[in-house]
């Protein structure tokens, strides 16, 4: 069998122009045109070609450069520097321009907003080319590591032993210094000693410094790399990071605002993220879908009064628990009388009020104890106490309300959690390169934004996107 072989020492006619080596469909001509088609006044991005001093890069091609690195995986400022040197997509996307991985980590850090900017208008194209509905919104939320490490997380404790043991260290030197000058004679030089001491003392200011942070932010801990990120764990252990939010549209999978918050759980989130939504949207969702990490029922309840049908299981839903005979939920409540009875008859009265409720108990504590059900329905010698939370109507009407449309629920794995994956296993991101909430979040808009490029390109292909695009 024969074989081909390569040979570098082929002389051959190239191209005249360097727009022929890419391909009309080249997945590279969509981004260029995408980045066209932004208004850049609004992102905040500048184009000022009569500006004095020496010429800057395009902030269009640098925008190009960041989009479509990103999304491929491409996000070290080093390994964009290298593939604007090499790769022929990126050489044809920056026309040619080849700037250093200083440039690239500059602009990015410069224009975080600009980059949270960037999904918004990509939204607004969506909008206009009917690929977004905004009719039904998919929630979800997952941790995200920060540029930073958990050992430089300093708590109260951590700082008063260290300082423990500098003032320890420091008092050895000194007492170690104090018998050098008494014996001079053969002595070692005190050149090294001077310096540990210098260090000590200049570790002991910045130890002091971060415990008066931690006493007047009232916080029980900081991270010196980025005191903006939160501790979490996960499968792998203890790390520092952040909580990452999107919220998705139904139609087409697309993502509709993102955001980055500084909490463990999505517990306060519901409303914050469907309200960003909205922003962008410029109009109000009719239903809005999230897991049980979002049941918390002050913040629901702000979305249902907006006449916004609120889809989200409650704890005890999600995990699929039956109901035992003896339930809260077989106890009927009273709303006149405000007491519950239970599946026996017996009433069940208010005697004291706790901070998430209202604490019932059996009226006649005798009726329990003799009742044919004790010992399964209540060991307690007191009597049964069930307690009624602040707004337990609202949450039994939600539940109520997410047991009705379960259909819907069905479909947020397969909306929501895609883009996730795509983000973490696809492009493999498992920590921000930027920090601090301003840059997470731009980082966060810059990655949500590939997501619907991508998605836009497998849904009118290459070539109708540019032209649709006006490329």
Not at 209 to 228: A, C, F, M, Y
Not at 235 to 243: E, L, P, T, V
Not at 433 to 439: A, D, K, Q, V, Y
Not at 443 to 465: H, N, P
């Amino acid at each position: 069998m024969a074989y081909r072989y390569g040979d570098r020492q082929q002389m051959g006619l190239f191209p005249a122009s360097i727009d022929d080596y890419v391909p009309q469909e080249a997945p590279v001509r969509a981004y260029d045109a995408f980045v066209e088609a932004l208004d850049f006044e609004d992102l905040g991005l500048t184009e000022d070609e009569e500006r004095v001093g020496n010429p800057e890069y395009d902030p269009r091609a640098m925008l190009k450069l960041l989009l479509y690195g990103y999304s491929y995986g491409v996000r070290s400022s080093r390994k964009l520097e290298r593939e604007a040197h090499y790769n022929l997509s990126f050489i044809w996307l920056m026309g040619g321009l080849r700037p250093d991985h200083k440039t690239i980590a500059e602009f990015r850090r410069e224009n975080k907003g600009a980059l949270k900017k960037v999904l918004k208008q990509c939204v607004r194209m969506c909008i206009r080319l009917d690929l977004i509905e905004g009719n039904t919104l998919f929630l979800d939320g997952t941790k995200i590591r920060a540029n930073a490490s958990i050992k430089n997380t300093w708590t109260e404790e951590k700082c008063e032993r260290v300082l423990e043991h500098i003032d320890e260290r420091i008092g050895a030197i000194l007492a170690e210094s104090e018998r050098i000058d008494a014996a001079e004679e053969g002595s070692p030089s005190m050149v090294s000693m001077a310096k540990e001491l210098g260090d000590k003392e200049v570790l002991r200011a910045k130890v002091k410094e971060i415990l008066g942070t931690l006493k007047e932010t009232e916080s029980e801990s900081v991270n010196t790399t980025d005191p903006e990120c939160t501790r979490f764990r996960s499968a792998q252990g203890s790390h520092m990071g952040y909580n990452a939010q999107l919220v998705v549209d139904e139609k087409n999978g697309l993502i509709v605002s993102s955001d980055v918050v500084a909490e463990n759980n999505d517990l306060g989130q519901f409303a914050v993220q469907v309200a960003k939504a909205h922003g962008v949207l410029e109009k109000k969702c009719r239903v809005a879908c999230a897991d049980a990490g979002y049941a918390a029922t002050d913040k629901l309840e702000k979305v249902d009064e907006d006449n916004i049908q609120v889809v989200v299981p409650s704890q005890r839903q999600a995990g699929g628990q039956e109901k035992n005979p003896f339930d809260k939920s077989h106890f009927r409540y009273d709303p006149e009388r405000d007491i519950y009875i239970c599946p026996e008859g017996k009433e069940l009265v208010p005697r004291c009020r706790r901070e998430h409720g209202v604490a019932y108990r059996i009226r006649e504590r005798r009726s329990c104890l003799r009742c044919r059900h004790y010992g399964v329905c209540t060991k307690s010698k007191t009597g049964r106490e069930v307690e009624r939370m602040h707004k337990e109507e609202v949450k039994e009407r939600l539940e109520a309300q997410y047991k009705a449309s379960e259909a819907i629920y069905k479909k947020r794995k397969e909306k929501v959690e895609l883009p996730f994956g795509h983000i973490k296993r696809n492009l493999g991101v498992q920590a921000f390169l930027l920090r601090g909430l301003e840059g997470v979040r731009g980082e966060m808009g810059l990655l949500a934004s590939c997501f619907d490029i991508r998605r836009m390109m497998s849904l009118l292909g290459v070539r109708r996107m540019v032209e649709l695009l006006g490329g």
